[in-house]
């Protein structure tokens, strides 16, 4: 009964009931891994996109995560409807993440991450990449706008480590590259 009111709330994107409710999810935790995932339907529409099908990726991006607290590049464009693979490399010593959102759902995880920071993400539109490894986000921009990414460990998104996607619509002329 309170996994399923749990995953109710997750759904409806309750993070701060659970966090007055003192109910962190861990990472490794292989219950709320199932959880967080049950929570977040894959195709789950978001203000800044939807989980992209791997089989309809027009564009690879790779995106390198420092431990000078940087993403390189910082910033993409992409077209209103692209579905990209983001591949990201870690070439730190430090664990680092990436987050797509809005800034305020940014600014709202993060604070949320300072309360529970070894809290694991298991959205399709979050990675957490272990030092020297990889890992990938495969996202449709189906929604024109700016958009932001973030590693929203403590203090790194704070020390600079953030990122922005520009999503045009079909009005806008873009030469579908990376943006440095």
């Known amino acids: 009964m309170l ?18 409710a003192g109910t962190a999810l861990a990472h490794g935790d292989a219950e709320s891994a199932k959880m967080q995932h049950a929570a977040a339907p894959a195709a789950g529409q978001k203000p800044f996109g939807i989980d992209g099908d ?5 564009r690879v991006v790779q995106i390198a995560m420092t431990d000078e607290m ?9 077209a209103s409807g ?16 990436m987050v797509l959102g809005t800034a305020a759902e940014l600014q709202q995880h993060a604070e949320m991450m300072r309360k529970f920071p070894a ?5 399709p539109y979050m990675a957490h ?11 449709q921009f189906n929604r024109a706008g700016t958009f932001d990414f973030a590693c929203l460990i403590a203090g790194h998104s704070e020390a600079g480590m953030r990122g922005r996607v520009s999503v045009l619509d079909a009005g806008q002329k873009s030469d579908n590259r990376i943006q440095e």
């Open 119 to 123: 809290m694991e993400h298991a959205a």
């Open 70 to 78: 940087r993403f390189i590049p910082d910033a993409i464009t992409v």
């Open 54 to 58: 791997p089989a309809k990726v027009a």
């Open 129 to 139: 990449v272990s030092p020297g490894g990889s890992a990938e986000i495969v996202w």
């Open 3 to 20: 996994k399923n009111m749990l995953k109710i709330l997750c759904s409806l994107g309750c993070a701060a009931w659970l966090m007055q």
């Open 82 to 97: 692209e579905t990209v693979k983001i591949v990201l490399v870690n070439n730190g010593r430090l664990g680092h993440e």
